[in-house]
């Protein structure tokens, strides 16, 4: 290890590469921890027939994930000013592996909690991290563009971890594939450890502050009470809740028993999915920044996004591959969400934007916390007890009932955006 460590690559300051190889390390976590993030999904059936529990209670191990996940957010970028990404990003690693392993391996309802805090630990400084090194490892006029293409990247592990990875599940069962998922993250944390560094000492630094003038007392105060903010956390939210609890969670289920498919199938559609928040992102954002609008969209997509959602809930008659066009559709608009960033700076005073992106943050993902288990809770609310082989079987009406939730929040978005007072956005 010694002899490897001591490679000259490690140590060579201006290494013509090193920088893209730092970079794609961070990409490569923020991937991997989506792909933690979705992974509960293609788990449901197992984990109700061997833990003995219903819906409600696996919507509530899923989002153990997105509770620390979510209280992370806001002490996460003071975290990364003064340690660095260095070491938050090797410690997110090696507590996502544990999770995993941890997970895999459980036997008691509590220890996949402990497993899914682990994992939402780690990932809460995935965004942050990549985003910290395109900062201080390329120049300004690169950020935009590599922060764009490292979020793209990173939702294709939404993708793998939705279809494929149903295969691995099926062929191997769900305790060994998660288990390899976890050892995978031990790995990415050596290896974060032995490359990347902060910065580099020839490279110009964008925007780094001091710990000391942070005052996040103060700006936190200020930013809240910008009610447009709220106004603008609301959008987020309501745009992402889909993401997180649909396409995260009970859209598997769901496609497997109102379109008559298999696990596999219905795991391709929420890949369909998420291929479509990837292409919509940059397509939308780039349209936005021409247009100098935001509130436009915002009402344009939640329209959109409540129609086609409501076709796929209530009227699954159509085949899968149609589902399909359905699911890209709703991923594509859905990806509006990504401009309620923009909004949360646009909103705040400069010197606030880290605090105001955090609290958006925050928001959304307290939100997702909650979403999960209370959609899970009213799919059993409407069960008859119905059961096969010990696991609860849920009807489609039992599904539309609970789903019913996704339109209702994409049209508050709409709605929620007519009375967002924008400023222009740069153009």
Same mark, same amino acid.
């Given at each position: ?8 690559f ?13 970079? %794609?390390l961070?990409? #490569? ?5 989506y792909?933690?993030?979705v992974?509960?999904?293609?788990? !449901?059936?197992?984990?109700?027939k ?26 996460v ?11 938050l ?6 507590a996502?592996?544990?999770?995993? +392993?941890?997970?895999?391996?459980a $036997? ?10 682990? @994992? ?6 995935? $965004?942050?991290g ?6 201080h ?39 060994p594939t +998660? ?6 993250g031990?790995?990415l ?12 000492p020839h !490279? ?20 809240c009470?910008?009610w ?5 956390a ?6 992402l809740i889909t ?8 859209g ?21 999915f #998420?291929i ?7 397509l939308i ?17 939640g +329209?959109?996004?409540c ?6 809930i209530?009227?699954?008659? /159509? ?5 399909y066009? !359905?699911? #890209? ?5 859905? %990806? ?13 005073p400069? @010197? ?7 609290l958006?943050?925050?928001? =959304? ?7 999960q288990p209370?959609?899970?809770?009213m ?7 119905k059961?096969?082989?010990?696991i609860?079987?849920?009807? =489609?009406?039992?599904y539309? /009932?609970?789903?019913?939730?996704f ?10 955006a007519?009375?967002?007072?924008e ?5």
């Amino acid at each position: 290890m010694k002899k490897f460590y001591n490679n000259k690559f490690f140590h060579m300051k201006n290494h013509p590469y090193r920088k893209w190889i730092i970079w %794609s390390l961070a990409v #490569f976590f923020y991937f991997y921890e989506y792909f933690l993030r979705v992974s509960p999904s293609l788990m !449901v059936d197992n984990l109700m027939k061997d833990f003995h529990i219903n819906a409600a209670m696996v919507g509530i191990i899923s989002a153990f994930y997105f509770y620390i996940y979510a209280l992370m957010q806001l002490p996460v970028g003071l975290m990364m000013d003064r340690y660095g990404s260095r070491r938050l990003l090797t410690f997110g690693a090696l507590a996502c592996g544990i999770g995993g +392993i941890l997970f895999g391996i459980a $036997f008691k309802i509590y220890l996949l909690d402990i497993a899914r805090l682990l @994992q939402g630990a780690g990932s809460a400084f995935a $965004f942050v991290g990549m985003v910290y090194i395109c900062s201080h490892w390329f120049e300004a006029s690169r950020l935009a563009f590599l922060v764009g293409l490292g979020n793209s990247v990173g939702m294709l592990g939404a993708v793998i971890g939705e279809g494929p990875i149903s295969f691995a599940v099926s062929g191997f069962g769900w305790r060994p594939t +998660i288990i390899v998922i976890g050892i995978v993250g031990l790995a990415l944390a050596v290896l974060i450890f032995l490359v990347v560094r902060n910065e580099p000492p020839h !490279v110009e630094k964008h925007g780094r502050t001091s710990i000391k003038n942070l005052h996040i007392g103060n700006h936190l105060k200020l930013v809240c009470s910008n009610w447009k903010t709220w106004v603008n956390a609301i959008i987020g939210l309501s745009f992402l809740i889909t993401t997180i609890a649909f396409a995260g969670l009970w859209g598997v289920p769901f496609l497997e028993t109102a379109y008559h498919t298999t696990k596999e199938v219905a795991s391709f559609g929420i890949s369909v999915f #998420f291929i479509g928040w990837i292409i919509g992102g940059p397509l939308i954002g780039h349209y936005s920044d021409r247009i100098g609008k935001r509130r436009p969209i915002f009402i344009f997509c939640g +329209i959109a996004t409540c129609l086609l959602m409501s076709i796929l809930i209530y009227y699954p008659y /159509f085949s899968i591959y149609i589902a399909y066009l !359905v699911l #890209f559709g709703i991923g594509f608009f859905s %990806s509006a969400q990504n401009l309620s960033y923009c909004v949360a700076i646009e909103l705040n005073p400069i @010197q606030t934007k880290g605090t105001a992106i955090s609290l958006t943050n925050f928001v =959304i993902y307290t939100g997702g916390a909650i979403i999960q288990p209370v959609v899970g809770a009213m799919i059993v609310a409407k069960w008859a007890g119905k059961t096969l082989n010990g696991i609860p079987v849920y009807s =489609i009406s039992d599904y539309q /009932f609970a789903l019913t939730c996704f339109p209702i929040f994409f049209l508050i978005a709409a709605i929620a955006a007519i009375f967002l007072k924008e400023k222009a956005a740069a153009t």
